[in-house]
C-alpha cells in the first residue's frame, strides 16, 4: 500500500519560503511520476508542479513559475516542493500525489488530477500580509 506524508507547511509572511516534503512508504519511489496540488478555501485542486518518475521533466503553473521548485530524492524516497516569494494568493491546503508509472512514460510529468493514484493528506500553508 501507497502512502504519502506531506509536511513542511505552516504560517509565513509575504516574501517568505517554505520548503515542502513528500515522504513516500510501499512499492517503488523511482517509479512514480510526482504532482503536487493545491485548494484554496472555496476553489477546486489544481496543479502546482509535476515531474516526471525519471525526474528529467517538470512542470509548474504560471501562478507558481520561477517562484516554486519541484524535485525528488530517490535514495531517501521523498519528493520536494521549494517555495519562494510566497504572497497571500498562495495560501491554500497543498497535497502531494503520486503516479505509478510502467512502459516507456518514465520522462512524462502529469498535469492533471485524475491522472493521479496516490495522495496524501495535505498541509496547511497560510501566507500573511
Known amino acids: 500500500q501507497v502512502q504519502l506524508v506531506e509536511s513542511g507547511g505552516g504560517l509565513v509572511q509575504a516574501g517568505g519560503s517554505l520548503r515542502l516534503s513528500c515522504a513516500a512508504s510501499?512499492?517503488?519511489?523511482?517509479?512514480?511520476?510526482m504532482g503536487w496540488f493545491r485548494q484554496a478555501p472555496g476553489k477546486g485542486r489544481l496543479v502546482v508542479a509535476a515531474?516526471?518518475?525519471?525526474?528529467?521533466?517538470?512542470y509548474a503553473s504560471d501562478s507558481v513559475k520561477d517562484r516554486f521548485t519541484i524535485s525528488r530524492d530517490n535514495t531517501k524516497n521523498v519528493a520536494y516542493l521549494q517555495m519562494k516569494n510566497l504572497t497571500p494568493a498562495d495560501t491554500a491546503v497543498y497535497y502531494c500525489?503520486?503516479?505509478?508509472?510502467?512502459?516507456?512514460?518514465?520522462?512524462?510529468?502529469?498535469?492533471?488530477?485524475?491522472?493521479?493514484?496516490?495522495w496524501g493528506q495535505g498541509t496547511q500553508v497560510t501566507v500573511s500580509s
Open positions: 500525489a503520486a503516479r505509478p508509472i510502467s512502459g516507456t512514460y518514465f520522462t512524462r510529468a502529469y498535469r492533471n488530477e485524475d491522472e493521479y493514484d496516490y
Open positions: 510501499g512499492g517503488t519511489f523511482g517509479r512514480r511520476a
Open positions: 515531474m516526471s518518475s525519471s525526474g528529467t521533466s517538470t
